[in-house]
């Protein structure tokens, strides 16, 4: 079991020195319609309606955060969809992150209605 666990830990430095501190995002976690146990990381107030990856991309490259869209990935706690995710560069702590990307995406929005 000991051979194991530092084999595992060996591939997670690795796989997080080859990539540069990146996070995840998942859309669940700007989700407005999730509660916090299915995800939900920023505040209702700051969450957003059906965030797609595309907006959380667009949302990440405004804010600089280098992202990279990975379309067939499914959210661990439901694991049946395939929402995809989006790696962005760690500045900050996560939940900052996640809120900064939320309000870039009701800019965003914003900015298309008034079109």
């Known amino acids: 079991m000991a051979g194991f666990e530092s084999i595992f830990l060996n591939e997670v430095k690795v796989t ?6 990146k996070i995840v995002i998942w859309p669940a976690y700007l989700t407005a319609g999730k509660t916090k146990g299915e995800g939900r ?3 209702r107030r700051n969450a957003v309606k059906s965030p797609k ?3 959380i991309e667009k949302a990440a490259r405004l804010l600089n955060l280098e992202p990279v869209v ?10 049946w969809l395939q929402s995809g995710r989006v790696r962005v560069n760690k500045a900050g702590s ?3 992150i996640v809120k900064e990307i939320a309000m870039a995406i009701k800019e965003i929005r914003e900015k298309s209605k008034g079109r």
Do not use: F, L, R
């Open 53 to 55: 990856i595309e907006e």
């Open 70 to 79: 990975e379309k067939g990935k499914a959210y661990p706690k439901t694991h």
């Open 41 to 43: 990381i920023v505040s």
């Open 16 to 21: 997080v020195t080859e990539k540069g501190e």
């Open 94 to 96: 996560k939940g900052e």
